[in-house]
């Protein structure tokens, strides 16, 4: 991100899902966090009631294999600045962040914990939500490698080399 500019974004973002995460979603989700041997988590999410609900059941999954989810963080939409969420969310020190949508503020959570905190996408996990292209333009893939998710239906995402990839499948039998 360039120092000189605003985290805020400057026109409103062109789409605005609201999703409900899926059950595969959720156990994909925390089959990333225990590949990556997480223990705690801090959940962070916007305050439409699909994300409140996904928040809701990523932390219950998580809590119910054993997990520890230290906090959970709201953001508004639209707001002056992201700040204070935005060190909320980071004070937990978990082993991994997760994030949901919707997608404007997400992307203004995003560019604030680039801007101002030591968060890391390469530490963070999101929802298919997030994983649409046009959401991660908003903040750029050149400012999110490393961050990964998972698609609806449960297949794994991730940014790298500025680009959304999801991996082939793994052929039956292999």
């Avoid at 989700?29 to 705690?40: G, H, Q, W």
């Avoid at 439409?48 to 520890?68: E, N, Q």
């Amino acid at each position: 991100m360039d120092p000189l500019t605003s985290p805020l974004l400057t026109r409103p973002t062109p789409h605005a899902p609201d999703l409900t995460v899926s059950d595969a979603e959720v156990a994909a989700l925390v089959r990333l966090a225990r590949a990556r041997r997480a223990r705690t988590l801090a959940i962070g999410s916007g305050r439409t009631p699909h994300a409140l609900d996904t928040t809701r059941r990523i932390a219950s999954a998580w809590d119910r294999t054993g997990g520890i989810t230290l906090t959970t963080v709201t953001w508004p939409e639209t707001a002056a600045s992201w700040l204070r969420p935005a060190t909320r969310f980071c004070a937990a020190a978990p082993d991994l962040w997760v994030m949901t949508g919707p997608a404007t503020g997400w992307a203004q959570m995003t560019r604030r914990l680039l801007w101002s905190t030591p968060w890391r996408p390469g530490h963070t996990l999101a929802t298919a939500e997030i994983g649409d292209p046009r959401t991660l333009a908003l903040v750029g893939p050149a400012h999110l490698d490393g961050l990964t998710g998972t698609t609806a239906d449960g297949a794994p995402w991730h940014v790298t080399d500025d680009l959304l990839r999801h991996p082939a499948p793994t052929p039956i039998g292999q």
